[in-house]
């Protein structure tokens, strides 16, 4: 008689905006990387709209008339922007209410779990590691090793590594971005309305559901992967 096993259940997570708020810190990163540069600040809002996207991609939203070498020089001056605020002990990421609960949570009920950031690997891994949550990912996609959102890649490469079935996985995010990356790979999306998206944009992005606490994030979770009756 074969024994019949449980599908592998995969939650991949989007990191700024999702698990940490990382806002000010981004915000005060751009904003010093325009003044070295000589360019008014873009917005708090027109900033917060591009976090997540791969670096060069985000400088090139807020900065439209930037050429490419330039562009460049821009993201060098924000990446250490962003680690003197991390040298000086000033860097704000705090975890948001209730994430690290879900996260016990679904691995006691041994779910899969998964990263899949704009962030360079150097930068997931040192917030990951603040907050002592680098071990509890199996897969851990970032702007060094992937295409950005919203293409797929990031998410195929979870599920390759993982060996999940995308039938069986969920991305979780705050942004369009998150939800168009994981509906090309074929994999549904709950949005969270804590992050720096509105909820009506990623419910018409294509989410799942869009939730606004951790609590029911993680009931959402679990309904969403129980079996059909």
Known sequence: MNEITSPLHLAVFDCDGTLVDSQSSIIFAMQAACDHHGFAHPTDDQIRRVVGLPLEVAIGRVLPDVGPALAQDICETYKNAFGD???????????????????????????????????????MKRTLDHHGLMDMFVTHQNADTA??????????????????????????????????????????????????????????????????????LLSSLLIMMEPPR
């Open 85 to 123: 605020l991390r040298q000086s002990g000033a860097l704000e990421e705090p975890l948001f209410s209730g994430v690290f609960e879900v996260l016990k949570s679904l691995d006691a009920k041994n779910w899969l779990l998964g990263v899949a950031t704009g962030k360079s690997h150097r930068g």
């Open 147 to 216: 295409h950005g959102k919203p293409h797929p890649d990031m998410m195929l490469k979870a599920l390759s590594e993982t060996g999940a079935e995308p039938a069986f996985s969920v991305m979780i995010g705050d942004t369009t971005f998150d939800v168009e990356m994981a509906k090309n790979a074929g994999v549904r999306v709950i949005g969270v309305d804590w992050g720096y998206h509105d909820a009506d944009e990623l419910m018409d992005a294509g989410a799942f559901k869009v939730v606004k606490t951790s609590e029911e």
